[in-house]
C-alpha cells in the first residue's frame, strides 16, 4: 500500500492530471443523483434556455437542465463502458489464453472467427445487429463487447504465445496441471502488463464507440442522458453561435486524454522503458 | 635489444586504472573497476573470468565504445597514441573496422541475414580504405582460404543462413581481418559452437592472427580455450583483476586463490558404480524412431537406465539428446518403439499419463530463467507440486518446503519468499533441482542443466545433484554436451550422433581406449588445460 503511494506521488504530471481526471469522474458518476441539481428526464423550464443561476448551463431541446444532464450522463456512459470492456476483455482475453495455451485446431478455430469478426467494418456490423436486435442497454453491451473482444483475443493471443513455450509452462504442463492452473497461474500474471495497459486504450475506444453509436441515433435511447445523444439533440443550437452542445463532447474527450495519460504512464513503467 | 625492451616500445593498447559503471535497478554500479591493461603489437591476451566479471565491457572498452547504460567513470584508453575515451564519434568510426575489429559471440545473429555474405565483408574496406571492389573481393577470398572456409570462391555470394554456426564464426573472423586491423577483440567467439566444430575455428583463428601479426583481446570463460589462444591470461573477478601472467606460467602454478578454485573445478569426479544386476531397469527405451514433421530426428534408439544411477547422454547439437528426452517425458509421441518404467509401458502422450506416472518423471531444464515462473515466489513454486501429487498442506507443506530449501543449501529463512528475479543463475537452477524433488520422484531428467552456468557454479550444482542421488536414491538421465560432466558424474554413457545411439556402455568401459571413431574425434576434440593441446591434436589430424 506505502509502496503504491510512493509510486503514485513519483508519478509525472500527466500521470497524476489523467488520475485526478478519472478519480473525479468516478465520483460524479457515483454520485450523480446528489450532485444534480435537477432530474434526469424532468423538463424544469422552456426549451434552449441560455446560461443563468438557474440553470448554470442552460437548457436543452426539450428544456431539461443540460448541468444535469451532463452529470448523469457521466453515470450511463461510463458505466456501460466500463461493464462493456470488462466483458470484452473476460471473454476476448480468456478465449486469447485458451487459443495460445491449446494451440492446434481450437487456436486455428478461434483465430479464424476471430478474423471473420474483424473483417467486417466495426460501425456497421454494430448498426447492421443493433437495428436487428433493437436497441437497449443489453444488446448495446453484448454487441460493443462481441466486436472489441476480437481486439482483445489478437493481443493477449500474441502475448500469451510468448509465454506458453517457457519451459516453466511445459513444467506445468508435465505436473499434470489443467487449463485453469495453466490459464490462472502460469500464464495470465505475465501477460497482465500489456493487458492492463490495452484495458485503458480499450476503454476509450468502446467510450467513443458508445458515444458515436449514441449520435447515430442507436445507442443510449431517450429519454436516458448521453453525452453522444445529447450532442445530436442540441446540435442546432451551434448554428446559433451557442457552444453548449459541445460540452458533452468534451466531456467525452477530457476523459480520453485523462485515461490516455494513465496509461502512458502505466506503459511506461511496466515495458521497463526508459529515459 | 633484448626482447623484454623490443615490447615496451612496441605498445599498442595501453588501459590505465578503468572504471565503468552500469545503470540498472536506476542506480549506476560499478563493471569495472581500476582495470590496468597493456597490450603490445601481435601478442593475444586472453580475458577469463565468469559471468558478470566486467569482461565484455572491458573488451568492448578497448574499442573505446560502451554499451547504452554504461559510462566510463575514469581511467585512459590509448591505443596506438591515440586517446580513445576523447575521441569524437567520426574519429572512432574511422578506426572502428580498419584498425580495430570485433568478433561477437553470436555470428549469426551479428550478420545481416539480408546481404551476402562478400558484401557485408567488403564494406568496410571499400568505404575506410579507398580500394578498389574487384581488389577488396579478391583479398576477402583469399582470407576465406586462410581461415578453411569450403569453397572460397563462392562462399562468399552465400546469405548467412546457408553457412553453419561454425562457418559463419569464421567468416566473421575473415571479416575482421579485411582490413588487416592492428586490434582484434574476440568476444566468446567458439562458446556456441560444438566441440568438434571449435577446433577448426580455434585453429583458423590462431593461424590467421599469427600470419597478419594481429593483436588480440581474446575473451571467454573457458580456461582450457584460451589456455591454446593466449600468449598472456588476466583473471578478472567482481571488475577487478585477480591475476595476470603468461600462459604457460599460470597454467603451471596459478598463484591467486579464485585462479586456483578455477583451476580445481575440473578435477571434481566421482565413483561409477557398477550396474546392479538382479534388478529390471527403472527406464527402459525400446528402439524408439521420431521425426519432426516429415524430418527423422530419432532413429532406432534404446537405452536402460537402472535404479540410483546416472544414465549421460551425450552428443553434439542435432544429435537428437532433447528429442530423447522429449519422447521420454511424452511431449513428442514417437513413430516406433515404446518407453517402459518400471516394467510398465508409458502412454505415448503425457496428456494420457496418470498423475503417478506423471510424478515419477521429473525435469530439469537448461535454462532456469526460463524455468521458473517469474510471478511467483520461490514458496509457491517448491510448494506447488507438494500440494498437487502430495497433498500438502498449511504447517505440512511450509515445512517440507524448509526441509526441500535446506537440501538444496538455500537458507528457508532467507529465500521461501523471494521471487526467481532475486536470485543469481546457480540459485535458480537450485529452485529446480528443489521443485523437480519436491515430488519424490524416481527419475529426473537433467537437460544442459549445467551449460548455462559458471564452471564454479556448474559444479557445485553437480556435486549438489551427486549428493541428492546419494541420499534419495533418485536416478537421473543427463543430458550434455560436456564430456568433462559426463567423466565427473556419469555412470553409463549413450554417446548419440545424428539421432543414432553410436557407443552405449558403462563409463570406464567409454573412457577406455580403444575408441569407437565418433567416440574418439569428441573425446579428443574436448580443449585440454595444456597449451600445446591444440598443435598436438591438430598434428595427429592430419596424421590421420
Given at each position: 500500500?506505502?509502496?503504491?503511494?510512493?509510486?503514485?506521488?513519483?508519478?509525472?504530471?500527466?500521470?497524476?492530471?489523467?488520475?485526478?481526471?478519472?478519480?473525479?469522474?468516478?465520483?460524479?458518476?457515483?454520485?450523480?443523483?446528489?450532485?444534480?441539481?435537477?432530474?434526469?428526464?424532468?423538463?424544469?423550464?422552456?426549451?434552449?434556455?441560455?446560461?443563468?443561476?438557474?440553470?448554470?448551463?442552460?437548457?436543452?431541446?426539450?428544456?431539461?437542465?443540460?448541468?444535469?444532464?451532463?452529470?448523469?450522463?457521466?453515470?450511463?456512459?461510463?458505466?456501460?463502458?466500463?461493464?462493456?470492456?470488462?466483458?470484452?476483455?473476460?471473454?476476448?482475453?480468456?478465449?486469447?489464453?485458451?487459443?495460445?495455451?491449446?494451440?492446434?485446431?481450437?487456436?486455428?478455430?478461434?483465430?479464424?472467427?476471430?478474423?471473420?469478426?474483424?473483417?467486417?467494418?466495426?460501425?456497421?456490423?454494430?448498426?447492421?445487429?443493433?437495428?436487428?436486435?433493437?436497441?437497449?442497454?443489453?444488446?448495446?453491451?453484448?454487441?460493443?463487447a462481441l466486436l472489441d473482444a476480437t481486439r482483445v483475443f489478437r493481443l493477449s493471443r500474441a502475448v500469451a504465445m510468448n509465454v506458453v513455450v517457457q519451459d516453466f509452462v511445459e513444467a506445468a504442463r508435465l505436473r499434470g496441471e489443467g487449463l485453469v492452473w495453466l490459464i490462472w497461474r502460469e500464464v495470465l500474471p505475465?501477460?497482465?502488463?500489456?493487458?492492463?495497459?490495452?484495458?485503458?486504450?480499450?476503454?476509450?475506444?468502446?467510450?467513443?464507440?458508445?458515444?458515436?453509436?449514441?449520435?447515430?441515433?442507436?445507442?443510449?435511447?431517450?429519454?436516458?442522458?448521453?453525452?453522444?445523444?445529447?450532442?445530436?439533440?442540441?446540435?442546432?443550437?451551434?448554428?446559433?453561435?451557442?457552444?453548449?452542445?459541445?460540452?458533452?463532447?468534451?466531456?467525452?474527450?477530457?476523459?480520453?486524454?485523462?485515461?490516455?495519460?494513465?496509461?502512458?504512464?502505466?506503459?511506461?513503467?511496466t515495458s521497463g522503458l526508459k529515459g | 635489444m633484448s626482447t623484454e625492451q623490443e615490447k615496451h616500445t612496441d605498445v599498442l593498447l595501453e588501459i590505465r586504472n578503468l572504471h565503468l559503471e552500469g545503470f540498472s535497478d536506476e542506480k549506476w554500479k560499478p563493471i569495472v573497476r581500476g582495470i590496468d591493461l597493456t597490450l603490445h603489437r601481435g601478442e593475444v591476451l586472453g580475458l577469463i573470468g565468469e559471468s558478470g566479471a566486467g569482461k565484455s565491457t572491458l573488451g568492448l572498452a578497448a574499442m573505446g565504445y560502451t554499451k547504452d547504460g554504461c559510462r566510463i567513470t575514469q581511467g585512459s584508453i590509448c591505443f596506438d597514441g591515440i586517446d580513445l575515451i576523447n575521441c569524437s564519434a567520426d574519429e572512432l568510426r574511422q578506426l572502428h573496422g580498419l584498425r580495430i575489429a570485433y568478433v561477437a559471440q553470436s555470428a549469426a545473429a551479428s550478420f545481416n541475414p539480408a546481404h551476402r555474405l562478400i558484401d557485408q565483408h567488403i564494406e568496410t574496406a571499400i568505404r575506410n580504405g579507398g580500394i578498389k571492389r574487384q581488389q577488396a573481393k579478391a583479398e576477402a577470398v583469399e582470407l576465406y582460404r586462410i581461415?578453411?572456409?569450403?569453397?572460397?570462391?563462392?562462399?562468399?555470394?552465400?546469405?548467412?543462413?546457408?553457412?553453419?554456426?561454425?562457418?559463419?564464426?569464421?567468416?566473421?573472423?575473415?571479416?575482421?581481418?579485411?582490413?588487416?586491423?592492428?586490434?582484434i577483440i574476440f568476444d566468446e567467439p567458439t562458446t556456441a559452437l560444438d566441440v568438434t566444430t571449435q577446433i577448426d575455428v580455434l585453429a583458423a583463428i590462431r593461424n590467421a592472427v599469427s600470419r597478419f601479426h594481429t593483436a588480440a583481446i581474446y575473451i571467454t570463460h573457458d580456461l582450457a580455450v584460451v589456455a591454446q589462444m593466449a600468449d598472456r591470461i588476466m583473471v578478472l573477478r567482481y571488475g577487478q583483476l585477480a591475476e595476470e601472467a603468461p600462459t604457460r606460467k599460470m597454467l603451471k602454478a596459478p598463484e591467486n586463490p579464485y585462479t586456483l578454485s578455477l583451476w580445481a573445478v575440473r578435477c571434481f569426479k566421482s565413483e561409477a558404480k557398477p550396474r546392479p544386476t538382479a534388478e529390471a531397469p527403472l527406464l527402459a527405451i525400446e528402439n524408439i524412431s521420431a521425426s519432426y514433421g516429415k524430418n527423422p530426428v530419432l532413429s532406432d534408439v534404446s537405452m536402460q537406465l537402472f535404479k540410483g544411477q546416472t544414465l549421460a547422454v551425450i552428443g553434439e547439437s542435432g544429435s537428437g539428446k532433447s528429442t530423447t528426452a522429449r519422447v521420454i517425458t511424452g511431449l513428442l509421441q514417437p513413430d516406433q518403439g515404446q518407453v517402459l518404467f518400471a516394467?510398465?509401458?508409458?502412454?505415448?502422450?503425457?496428456?494420457?499419463?496418470?498423475?503417478?506416472?506423471?510424478?515419477?518423471?521429473?525435469?530439469?531444464?537448461?535454462?532456469?530463467?526460463?524455468?521458473?515462473?517469474?510471478?511467483?515466489?520461490?514458496?509457491?513454486?517448491?510448494?506447488?507440486?507438494?500440494?498437487?501429487?502430495?497433498?500438502?498442506?498449511?504447517?505440512?507443506?511450509?515445512?517440507?518446503?524448509?526441509?526441500?530449501?535446506?537440501?538444496?543449501?538455500?537458507?528457508?529463512?532467507?529465500?521461501?519468499?523471494?521471487?526467481?528475479?532475486?536470485?543469481?543463475?546457480?540459485?535458480?537452477?537450485?529452485?529446480?533441482?528443489?521443485?523437480?524433488?519436491?515430488?519424490?520422484?524416481?527419475?529426473?531428467i537433467c537437460d544442459e542443466v549445467t551449460s548455462a552456468l559458471d564452471q564454479l557454479v556448474a559444479e557445485g550444482i553437480l556435486k549438489l545433484l551427486k549428493q541428492v542421488q546419494e541420499q534419495l536414491g533418485v536416478s537421473y538421465l543427463f543430458i550434455t554436451h560436456d564430456v568433462a560432466t559426463v567423466r565427473a558424474i556419469s555412470d553409463e554413457v549413450v554417446i548419440m550422433q545424428q539421432g543414432k545411439v553410436v557407443d552405449y556402455g558403462a563409463r570406464e568401459a567409454i573412457f577406455k581406449p580403444p575408441f569407437k571413431p565418433y567416440t574418439d574425434l569428441l573425446f579428443s576434440s574436448e580443449p585440454q588445460m595444456d597449451p600445446d593441446w591444440l598443435d598436438t591434436h591438430l598434428a595427429r589430424q592430419q596424421a590421420n
Open positions: 500500500m506505502k509502496k503504491c503511494l510512493r509510486c503514485l506521488c513519483q508519478a509525472p504530471l500527466s500521470a497524476k492530471i489523467g488520475i485526478l481526471l478519472i478519480i473525479s469522474y468516478s465520483f460524479v458518476a457515483i454520485f450523480a443523483p446528489w450532485l444534480a441539481p435537477y432530474g434526469e428526464t424532468e423538463v424544469v423550464g422552456d426549451g434552449y434556455a441560455a446560461w443563468s443561476p438557474e440553470f448554470w448551463l442552460g437548457t436543452d431541446n426539450l428544456g431539461r437542465d443540460v448541468l444535469s444532464r451532463l452529470i448523469y450522463g457521466a453515470r450511463n456512459t461510463i458505466s456501460i463502458a466500463f461493464v462493456t470492456t470488462i466483458l470484452a476483455f473476460v471473454v476476448g482475453g480468456l478465449a486469447g489464453l485458451m487459443a495460445a495455451i491449446k494451440g492446434g485446431w481450437i487456436d486455428q478455430g478461434l483465430s479464424r472467427v476471430v478474423d471473420i469478426l474483424m473483417a467486417i467494418p466495426q460501425l456497421i456490423f454494430a448498426l447492421l445487429i443493433l437495428s436487428v436486435v433493437g436497441t437497449n442497454a443489453v444488446s448495446l453491451i453484448l454487441v460493443i505475465n501477460t497482465l502488463p500489456p493487458l492492463v495497459a490495452e484495458f485503458g486504450l480499450r476503454f476509450c475506444f468502446v467510450f467513443l464507440f458508445i458515444s458515436a453509436l449514441s449520435f447515430l441515433g442507436l445507442g443510449i435511447q431517450p429519454p436516458t442522458a448521453d453525452w453522444g445523444s445529447m450532442v445530436r439533440e442540441n446540435a442546432v443550437m451551434i448554428s446559433f453561435g451557442d457552444f453548449t452542445p459541445l460540452l458533452p463532447a468534451m466531456a467525452v474527450a477530457l476523459l480520453t486524454i485523462g485515461v490516455n495519460f494513465v496509461v502512458d504512464w502505466v506503459l511506461h513503467k | 581461415l578453411g572456409l569450403p569453397d572460397p570462391e563462392n562462399i562468399g555470394q552465400r546469405y548467412p543462413h546457408q553457412l553453419s554456426g561454425g562457418q559463419l564464426q569464421r567468416a566473421m573472423t575473415a571479416m575482421a581481418l579485411a582490413c588487416h586491423p592492428d586490434l516394467g510398465e509401458v508409458l502412454p505415448k502422450d503425457f496428456r494420457q499419463r496418470s498423475k503417478t506416472q506423471l510424478q515419477q518423471i521429473q525435469m530439469i531444464y537448461q535454462h532456469p530463467d526460463t524455468a521458473l515462473n517469474p510471478r511467483q515466489r520461490i514458496n509457491e513454486i517448491i510448494g506447488r507440486p507438494l500440494e498437487f501429487y502430495l497433498g500438502l498442506k498449511g504447517a505440512a507443506k511450509e515445512q517440507r518446503i524448509r526441509e526441500l530449501l535446506s537440501m538444496i543449501e538455500l537458507d528457508p529463512e532467507e529465500f521461501m519468499y523471494r521471487r526467481p528475479s532475486e536470485l543469481s543463475g546457480g540459485q535458480k537452477q537450485r529452485v529446480c533441482i528443489a521443485r523437480a524433488l519436491a515430488a519424490e520422484p524416481e527419475l529426473i
